[in-house]
């Protein structure tokens, strides 16, 4: 017997990119004040408002009724670290210094699997509470770190992607691999795990100070050799990292171009930050179908740079929105909207409700290549959707009091909003969170 659930509120997504417009009736924006949510088996059957598919529902159906909440798409991280949980907001250091301080010494636990294990659940934990469904994850230099990630997620029926980092340079040694060592784990970790329920694989260079050529050479065979898997790295974050990678590559036009020269740019690859580009990087990443991730929190907690979307977004890249936890300071990506329009504010760029909401979604979905399944809520597409009370905070309430547009309520809770404005979240039209607080 097929299940049908259904769900009453407010609903809102996105069915394309929504450009720069501001017009709230532009064709990328679909809402409906008063809709249902239709989930059959887990996946969406039918979105509408209430009034045109009541009269459809079988007559004994259950609705679950959200009165005055707004039910968006599950939200989507296209980069965070499940392993720097425990380092969140760590005081004043740059990404090198930080890595070393920081992030090397927190990341040494997680050859212990039950370690592993614990830290996982409380991230997946998190991040449901703060209403992100999917993500794309490094774990540590250990398998066990992904075997422990793998399970977690599977229990809680996630889509999530995750990968080992590979690094075998210019880090301690109790964190380094070999090339022909991160070959073998990977592909162990990939034929267990990649394609199993929900999960996906990402061949995870850290970044290309830490591979050597010979390991950059490994990621390349691996992608051949499974050309569906992801390949998850960091790129031109900061400028230090960016003239140290000019000195270790003297061969290469620029650090995109490492990774270019090694193959390692296609559709399914990520590249977190994107910061430091010229036209032609942006131009490589738009040919090659590789995406870029924009981390507004971390961007700026950690120092690093600002984001430049709209040359993004010009040249043919798809962008995603990312935490970057723990260089990032928040898991909510309603907090990464936030800061993403500071970010282009000072880029004289304007970043829309629309946008913005693109970005944490569909957007999200296209540059990890799961648009056909994630980003909204069109027939067949998985039922993972984040419920939301505009009257999460008292301020927030009264902001939306007086917002007269769509476009100004929806820029307001964007800005306004976290965890405290997320009611419930659901994994294939199942409640994986609930709010005690509301
Ligand atoms: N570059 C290489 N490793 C890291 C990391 O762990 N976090 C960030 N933000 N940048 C990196
Ligand atoms: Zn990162």
């Known amino acids: 017997m097929s299940k049908l659930r259904v769900f009453r509120a407010a609903i809102l997504h996105l069915l394309d990119d929504p450009k720069q417009s501001l017009t709230s009736d532009i064709a990328a924006v679909q809402y409906f004040s008063d809709g249902l949510l239709l989930v059959r088996d887990g996946l969406v059957e039918k979105v509408g408002h209430t009034p045109d598919l ?4 079988p007559v004994d159906c259950e609705i679950i009724h959200f009165p005055e909440h707004l039910i968006i798409p599950g939200l989507i991280d296209t980069h965070i670290h499940y392993p720097q949980t425990d380092m969140i907001a760590a005081f ?3 990404l090198l210094e930080w890595l070393e301080i920081y992030t090397f010494p927190t990341e040494s636990q997680f050859g212990d699997e039950t370690h592993a294990a614990e830290v996982a659940a409380f991230f997946l934990d998190e991040l449901l509470r703060q209403g992100t469904t999917t993500a794309l994850v490094f774990g540590t230099v250990h398998p066990a ?3 422990a990630f793998f399970k977690a997620a599977q229990a809680r029926r996630l889509r999530m992607i995750a990968g080992k980092v590979m690094m075998d340079r210019n880090c301690p040694a109790y964190l380094q691999d070999t090339p022909d060592s991160a070959y073998a784990d990977s592909k162990a970790l990939i034929d267990q795990w990649h394609g199993k329920d929900r999960l996906l694989y990402a061949v995870t260079p850290r970044f290309a100070p830490t591979s050597s050529d010979a390991q950059l050479a490994k990621a390349g065979q691996l992608l051949h050799e499974y050309p569906d898997v992801y390949l998850h790295t960091h790129v031109a974050e900061n400028q230090d990292e960016v003239a140290w990678v000019a000195e270790l590559f003297p061969k290469s036009r620029s650090y995109l171009d490492v990774y270019h020269q090694h193959q390692l740019l296609k559709p399914r690859s990520v590249l977190a ?3 430091y580009l010229d036209q032609a990087d942006r131009d490589c990443m738009a040919q090659t179908g590789a995406a870029a991730a924009f981390c507004p929190c971390s961007n700026l907690f950690i ?18 929105l990312g935490s970057d936890v723990g260089g990032g300071d928040s898991f909510s990506l309603l907090q990464a909207t936030n800061n993403a329009y500071k970010v282009l504010q000072l880029q004289n760029q304007k970043l829309s409700a629309w946008q913005a909401l693109y970005l944490a979604t569909l957007g999200g979905a296209r540059a990890l290549y799961l648009d056909d399944k994630l980003g909204n809520f069109l027939p067949n597409k998985e039922a993972d959707f984040v419920v939301l009370n505009g009257k999460g905070t008292p301020l927030l309430e ?10 100004e309520k929806l820029f307001a809770l964007l800005m306004l909003a976290d965890d405290r404005s997320i009611s419930a979240t659901y994994i294939l039209g199942e409640e994986a969170y609930c709010n005690p607080n509301t």
């Open 145 to 147: 770190s992904v075997n």
């Open 303 to 320: 120092g690093s740079g600002l984001f430049n979307l709209k040359a993004m977004q010009d040249s043919g890249v798809r962008v995603g």
């Open 398 to 407: 009264r902001r939306l009091a007086k917002a007269q547009s769509l476009h």
């Open 92 to 94: 004043g250091e740059r």
């Open 273 to 275: 930050h994107s910061i």
């Open 54 to 57: 009541l009269s459809s529902l």
